[in-house]
């Protein structure tokens, strides 16, 4: 029987995962810095420290995107 | 790749070092289009093994001595030049190049390490946070400099000794504070949780303390300036390939990604810079979280 291709990815489908590894942190951070924010609006009296407490979380949300880069490397295609 | 069944070849070209460049997981549809429209000009994508440059001297052996080793020796010989040279001069009224130098630790002393740990523990892990944070800027940095071109953090080696640095030291912080029944029960069984569920926190909070911290403090810098240089090259490669041998209109998008390669550059100062700051800010707060009262 012929097979009908319809459509073909050339390229590595690893590409395409990191896109949905990166969807989740990019919401994280989305929420995360939108709502400093927002407190830094209410209160621009404790900005300093949200701004502190914002990059720590940021730092522990964004490393899940880079993990999904580094995992591209790491396991052979 | 096999050759398709509408008599179009197989795209050829030839990716120098061990990787292949269809192989690796930053190959988009693009690079092929890119590869296609070539002429006689070849378009160099970046790849892994930028990372990866042959060896100038010792090769073979575990010193082996490579590019990114030589920017990591000038990075670092630069770093101690500009610390002796401030130390030596250092003057009750500071003059210009004082002032800078004071600035950036005055910023990791207030900003970092007595904003985390507080006073008193913040000046006495002070000249940690404040190493930590001067090595990482400067090894960044090299990524954005004209003819250095490769950051010195973008392999592994580097980044993984600053976090077991940072590992040993806040394990030998919570020691020191609890000792080590007290540390282990300080960091693996958190207040407040019905007894059972303990089951499940324990070996989560393990791999947290134990493992993940330090292996995402490496990671994380690695990964940023591994994607930073990738993103650089690219533009600039492509600025070079549409530029120079792409024909007629196509030469237009050259400018676009000029600009785009630009904007990227000033974006990896930042980033630097950035994460010069989170790796110093993370190693504060895992001293802290070592250190802090019992709850």
Redesign the interface.
Known sequence: MDVTTLAE????I??V??GLAAVGPGIGLGILIGKTIEGMARQPEVS??LR?TM??G???V??LA??G??A??IVP? | ?TARSDGVPPLQWSASGPYDL????????A??LLLAAEGDGEFHAPT?ADFFPPAIFFEGTPFEFNRIMLVRFIAAAVLLTVFVIAARRAKVVPGRFQNVIEMILDFVRN?IAV??LGEKNGRKYFPLLATIFCTVLVMNLTGVTPFLNIAGTSVIGLPIVLALWTYVMYLGAGVKAHGVGGFLKNSLLPPGVPAPLYVLLVPIEFLQVFILRPA?LA??L???M??GHLMLAICFAATSFFLFDASGGMKLFGAGTFVAGSAFFFFEIFVAA?QA??FA??TA?YLNLSVEAEH
């Open positions: 990815v050339t390229g590595n690893g590409t995962g990191y300093s420290q502190t990059f720590i940021v730092a522990f964004e490393v880079l993990l880069l580094v591209g490397f295609a | 790749m269809r192989e690796t997981p930053l190959s988009t549809p690079i092929p892994v900003s904003e985390v995402t990671i994380r690695m990964a940023n591994v994607a950035l700051y989170v800010i993370l707060v």
